[in-house]
């Protein structure tokens, strides 16, 4: 028995750990080309929502005949259509941040809250309420055994993790990338061009973030819940720092949330203490073992430093 809850315990908390990796490899993308990206939040948020409503609109002309009919492809057309939509996102930070070089910081805030407006109209004049879209009936299918039976986008999220180091530290893209969020003027002494760079990182990290959101639309989910990261954007940024901007840094940071998020659900959601203080727990417990345990984290010198040619 004993056995069982110990697995149960490591599935969940593998299953909460996917979305926060997503967003923070996302991030590290944006960060090491020398731009804070405080939007994960939102860009999770945007994925979640085209990732619901894409869903819901291709499978829909085969489910209003047949409501348990199989549209396998439905769900992969909405995780596409979100990265889609979170690179869209992605860009805009960019664009205000790189070519009209306005505060990082104020940007990303910008689009958390319209992260809170948007799916609001949206929603409300898609199926009449402001708080939930439609119930998918064709959602991401589950991969493996068991207990261990998740989404495919938690095994593509762990997969992830070397994939991203090995572009960072050992490509020529990565090291160009590193370099502009470290020493820019050196980088577009030698050629390489920063605002590009810049640019590609920023919309990687806004298509990573979107798969994140899309985890928690399609995945675990089956439809789009208001504010459904419930922070996770910003934990992510948290694991990126804890995590030294490196990938398995983060994944060490992301990892120790999702334990505490799994431990929320084995507390029972309030029945062993008040439900504030459970829901609050994964937030706390991770930002006192992190800060009490990681070390000083130096961030890429240029981060939140608009670049100005010459």
């Known amino acids: 028995m004993?056995?069982?809850?110990?697995?149960t315990l490591i599935a969940s908390a593998l299953r909460a750990t996917a979305p926060l990796l997503?967003?923070?490899?996302?991030?590290?993308?944006?960060?090491?080309?020398?731009?804070?990206?405080?939007?994960?939040?939102?860009?999770?948020?945007?994925?979640?929502?085209?990732?619901?409503?894409?869903?819901?609109?291709?499978?829909?002309?085969?489910?209003?005949?047949?409501?348990?009919?199989?549209?396998?492809?439905?769900?992969?057309?909405?995780?596409l259509a979100a990265m889609v939509v979170g690179g869209m996102v992605g860009?805009?930070?960019?664009?205000?941040?790189?070519?009209y070089k306005a505060d990082q910081i104020i940007s990303g805030v910008a689009i958390n809250l319209m992260a809170i407006g948007v799916p609001a109209v949206l929603l409300t004049g898609l199926f009449g309420n402001s708080s939930t879209s439609a119930t998918i009936t064709n959602r991401l299918p589950r991969w493996g055994d068991g207990i261990f039976t998740f989404s495919p986008l938690v095994f593509i999220a762990f997969a992830l993790v070397p994939v991203v180091w090995f572009v960072v530290f050992r490509t020529p893209f990565g090291l160009r990338l590193r370099a502009v969020g470290e020493h820019p003027h050196a980088a577009d002494s030698v050629g390489i061009s920063v605002t590009r760079m810049r640019y590609a990182g920023v919309i990687l990290s806004g298509v990573l973030?979107?798969?994140?959101?899309?985890?928690?639309?399609i995945g675990s989910f089956n439809q789009f819940i208001t504010e459904m990261s419930g922070g996770r954007g910003y934990i992510a940024l948290a694991a990126l720092i804890f995590g030294k901007w490196h990938?398995?840094?983060?994944?060490?940071?992301?990892?120790?949330?999702?334990?505490?998020?799994?431990?929320?659900?084995?507390?029972?959601?309030?029945?062993?203490?008040?439900?504030?203080?459970?829901?609050?727990?994964?937030?706390?417990?991770?930002?006192?073992?992190l800060a009490g345990f990681v070390g000083r984290s130096?961030?890429?010198?240029?981060?939140?430093?608009?670049f100005e040619k010459g």
């Open 247 to 289: 990938p398995f840094g983060l994944l060490g940071a992301a990892l120790l949330f999702g334990a505490f998020k799994a431990l929320e659900t084995q507390l029972g959601g309030g029945q062993l203490l008040p439900p504030t203080v459970v829901q609050s727990l994964p937030f706390i417990l991770t930002m006192i073992v």
């Open 91 to 99: 860009g805009i930070h960019a664009l205000v941040s790189i070519r």
């Open 22 to 79: 997503f967003a923070a490899l996302g991030g590290l993308f944006s960060e090491r080309s020398g731009v804070v990206n405080i939007a994960l939040e939102g860009i999770m948020i945007f994925g979640a929502l085209a990732a619901a409503l894409v869903t819901y609109y291709v499978e829909l002309p085969f489910v209003r005949d047949d409501p348990s009919a199989v549209v396998w492809y439905a769900p992969w057309v909405g995780v």
């Open 298 to 306: 130096v961030a890429p010198k240029a981060i939140g430093k608009p």
């Open 2 to 7: 004993e056995s069982v809850v110990l697995l």
């Open 209 to 217: 973030a979107a798969l994140g959101g899309a985890h928690l639309s």
